[in-house]
């Protein structure tokens, strides 16, 4: 049974700090590239981070670089984001995906957490 976990996610002070984390099973982690992706209220969801199998190549949105990182540790079964300098703009339901190649394309989604950042 597949199952992609996030946690980490809560109230922060704009300018603050928090780090996401994802675990997964039921797939071979280390074969899927990892990503993020974020919906605020009110709008469709778009993606925040990608790193690829082995945690060598990653991207950002431009809304988030400099401010985000990706990273995975792929004998935890699991990736991160750490996510710095945040902004009331940053506020969404957080979900990591895994997208594989088994014979044919798959894609696996998490439940989401909420990152909500106010004073």
């Known amino acids: 049974q597949v199952q992609l976990v996030e946690s980490g996610g809560g109230l922060v002070q704009p300018g603050g700090s928090l780090t996401l984390s994802c675990t997964a099973s039921g797939f071979p982690f280390s074969t899927y590239v990892m990503r993020w992706y974020r919906q605020p209220p009110g709008k469709e969801r778009d993606m925040v981070a990608s790193i690829s199998t082995t945690g060598g190549s990653t991207a950002y949105a431009d809304s988030v670089k400099g401010r985000f990182t990706i990273s995975r540790d792929n004998a935890k079964n699991s990736v991160y984001l750490q996510m710095n300098s945040l902004k009331p703009e940053d506020t969404a339901v957080y979900y990591c995906?895994?997208?594989?190649?088994?014979?044919?394309?798959?894609?696996?989604w998490g439940q989401g957490t909420q990152v909500t950042v106010s004073s």
């Open positions: 995906s895994a997208r594989g190649y088994d014979r044919t394309w798959l894609e696996y």
